[in-house]
């Protein structure tokens, strides 16, 4: 494989792999928020978990998580400034990330099982 075709397999699966972080978010949000955070702590424990992901994504998910029922937020005074919101899983957010959990678990076996057959 030459430079070029290196150059553009290289782009190609980082396209495919921003898609995929992309579809993994709203899963890892969810299990950062099973006790009450702030969006800069959820920034900062995906951060340390090895996602990189920025104000600008967060913002709107957690407004798409909360209102298809997954999250909810409530208001906590800071010492440092104005109040922050703190958002929680709901009951429906627990139950889905219960389920996304077993289709994580399924997904991460075959794939496995195709790299097995890979070294073969």
């Known amino acids: 494989m030459d430079y070029k075709e290196y150059g553009i397999a290289k782009r190609y699966a980082e396209q495919l792999a921003t898609q995929m972080r992309k579809g993994l978010l709203s899963y890892l949000v969810l299990i950062i928020a099973r006790t009450p955070a702030n969006p ?13 992901v920025v104000e600008g994504t967060i913002y709107p998910l957690l407004l798409r998580l909360q209102r298809d029922g997954l999250l909810q937020h409530e ?4 010492p440092d400034g104005p109040p922050r919101k703190f958002y929680t899983v709901t009951e429906l957010g627990i139950a889905v990330t219960t389920e996304l959990r077993k289709e994580m678990r399924s997904i991460t076996k075959t794939i496995r099982n195709l790299e097995k057959e890979d070294k073969k």
């Open 75 to 78: 208001w906590r005074d800071n």
């Open 40 to 52: 800069s702590n959820i920034i900062r424990g995906l951060h340390e978990a090895g996602m990189t």
